[in-house]
């Protein structure tokens, strides 16, 4: 053997062996202690690993036309890769658990039948409110202040790809429950079946997670909202998921879930549509609708803050003037009618969007009153990213930055945005004021599950009593941090 062919031999051993051991070397951070080798991790590397030995090859026959030595080596080398696999095929199981990390903690089985997650979600906020004559208004101070606004935990998860479950606790003020439901996929004819405690599907930021609403809190009309209750719902999606439905029966619960009182219940129902979505969502029209039958709602009051969770509330039913039972009772109302319609529209990093909802109150004590609001709101990506939409749920997703803070350079997403929202409470004999919200945003995303939020928001008070262009102004600054896994 010459010279040559020695030295030819000697660097093809080294290429060979040197990311052989660097495979095995290093095993996977997602690997579960005693789970033996992660095979697909596995198989990746060895697919680096043989490409990598195919260009050396072709670049030592290049340089000398004997590589048969070369090609003996490389096939001992492949033939001990096989043999590891196999030991370790032989002993797979495919219910061995997975853990890895993916927005959250996650537990799989290598043969994908279980899955599940833990999860949370951190919201701080800080809050700095001024407006003297909203005070005397209201005979109460607005005082600066810091709160854990949301302090959730959940688990979750999907059995066979058959039933989902989740069941979510919130810590901030007092231990309430949010979610605990089992969901029933893929059945003939209705679709998905859903059994517990959950969100009665109603309005489009209502159905947005708390995690990617794009202010700090929810519009104005969010107090008609009905949120989480205990009932049954069938939803499904057509059209290629250009199309959603759900439909439920649900009972008034309190925070641990319990039906309040016999005779409560309601029956609530939404469709959504997108008569236009390109480019995976970057451009899209969303249009929907909702309603809810309310029946026996014999303590109704409707009260509301000025979009931030500090502040007392500015208008409310029960503190009505000219009402006969005086101030800080609910009336009894045979039922109410709640009809919501809302509109998205999203043209790459702009989006719009805007709902009203009316609350239609079958009650001769109260005159049957028609209690109302709206919002529009506006938001643009100073970064060139665009909010996701989530097709499934007719609503909308996390939002992942191009650059993640730090990353490549990167400095997350930045979005402003800017909302005007108003309620009508002056209804009927329970009048309970008129609020109107301008509201300027700014979110800075520094990754998919983190973003600090700055909310500036001047809000215009107009109470039962006050009359043409009496009203009292307050402005409000809020800060929060946020953090979810």
Known sequence: MSFRQLLTLLVAMAVIVVPASQVFAQEPDTTPPDSGINLVEEVRALKTLVFQQQDEIRKLKAASGDVAPVASALEAQREMIREMIKDESASFKGNDMRVYWSNGLRFDTRDGNVKMAIGGRMMYDFVWMGGSQVERRLGTDLEDGSRLRRGRLHALGTLWDD????????????LSLKDAYLRFNDLPAVGKLTLGHFKEPFGLEEMTSSRNITFMER????????AHNAGIMLADTLFDQRMTWAAGTFMTADNFGTAQEDGRYAFTTRVTGLPWYEEKGRKLLHLGAAYSYRRGEDMLRYRQ???VSLSPRFVDTAVGVGSALGAGTTFDADASNLIGTEMA????????QAEFVADAVDSDLAD??????????ASYFLTGEHRPYKKSSGSFDRVKPLKNYRQDGGWGAWEAAARYSYLDLNQGRFQGGRLANTTLGLNWYLYPNMRIMWDYTHARLAHALATGGDVDPA???MMRLQFDF
Request: net charge negative.
């Open 219 to 226: 519009g104005l009309p969010s107090v008609f909202n009905p």
């Open 305 to 307: 803050r000025p979009e």
């Open 475 to 477: 402005n409000i600054f």
């Open 368 to 377: 049957d009153p028609m209690y109302k609001g709206f919002y529009v709101q």
């Open 163 to 174: 039933v989902d479950f989740k069941v979510e606790f919130d810590f901030a003020t007092a």
């Open 345 to 352: 529209l999203v043209l790459g990093s702009f989006s719009l």
